[in-house]
């Protein structure tokens, strides 16, 4: 069965320090990569997605970038956090079926920046 | 542009039945989704349409009407564990997910 990992749960961050969040996906291959934040309260803002390894598309222009190392790993990065980048960050995936692309979610990374 | 419509928060009472109604304006339609997500967690799913009518799931149905831009989902019986944010999302022409808001649905003994 697929699983999705995402690491670490909660993140405490100073603004203008740097950022790493990592996502990994077992179990399934090729799939389709996302990275989404959610503001307390809001809805899912997708931020990244990935059909392929080192193939990125951004949905929202910020002080994130995204990179798709290996097939399975999608990590998320900043040089810089600033305040408006607290949330909770999910990775998820889909199969790469385009006739029916349900999302799977992992855990979550809950980051406040202070 | 790409919209989806859903009640910012609905109340209702345990054993109750409620309705959440999902409107949405997107370039194609190539289905819908609705997830259910608890505070603090990740989304999960919970129903697919792609044509129109009701898809029935225990305690849980989902219906769509294409030609309306319109989909609900409907709880019956209600829990207290039913207390939850529930996602409207729609694959656009371009097979993307365009996702609504959430309603927040608070369960009331």
């Known amino acids: 069965s697929q699983t999705i990992h995402q690491w670490p749960a909660t993140l405490v961050q100073p603004v203008g320090s740097p950022l790493s969040l990592e996502c990994t996906v077992e179990?399934?291959?090729?799939?389709?990569l996302y990275w989404y934040r959610q503001a307390a309260g809001r809805g899912l803002q997708l931020l990244f997605y990935s059909v392929g390894i080192g193939q990125i598309s951004s949905e929202v222009p910020q002080n994130l970038s995204a990179s798709r190392p290996q097939d399975r790993q999608f990590i998320l990065s900043s040089k810089k956090l600033l305040l408006s980048d607290s949330g909770f960050y999910l990775c998820?995936?889909?199969?790469?079926?385009?006739?029916?692309?349900?999302?799977?979610f992992g855990p979550g990374t809950r980051l406040t920046v202070l | 542009g790409q919209n989806i419509d859903q009640p910012t928060e609905m109340t209702a009472t345990e054993g109750a039945i409620v309705q959440i109604n999902c409107t949405y304006q997107t370039s194609g339609f190539n289905g819908l989704f609705w997830y259910q997500q608890h505070a603090g967690e990740a989304p999960t799913f919970l129903s697919y349409?792609?044509l129109d009518g009701l898809e029935e799931k225990g305690r849980f149905s989902s219906f769509l009407s294409r030609s309306k831009g319109y989909s609900y989902l409907l709880l019956k019986e209600l829990q207290m564990k039913d207390s939850a944010s529930y996602l409207c999302a729609v694959t656009d022409s371009n097979y993307q997910l365009i996702w609504g808001a959430g309603t927040k649905l608070i369960i009331k003994p």
């Open positions: 179990g399934t291959s090729n799939p389709n």
């Open positions: 998820a995936w889909s199969a790469q079926e385009i006739s029916y692309n349900e999302q799977f």
């Open positions: 349409n792609v």
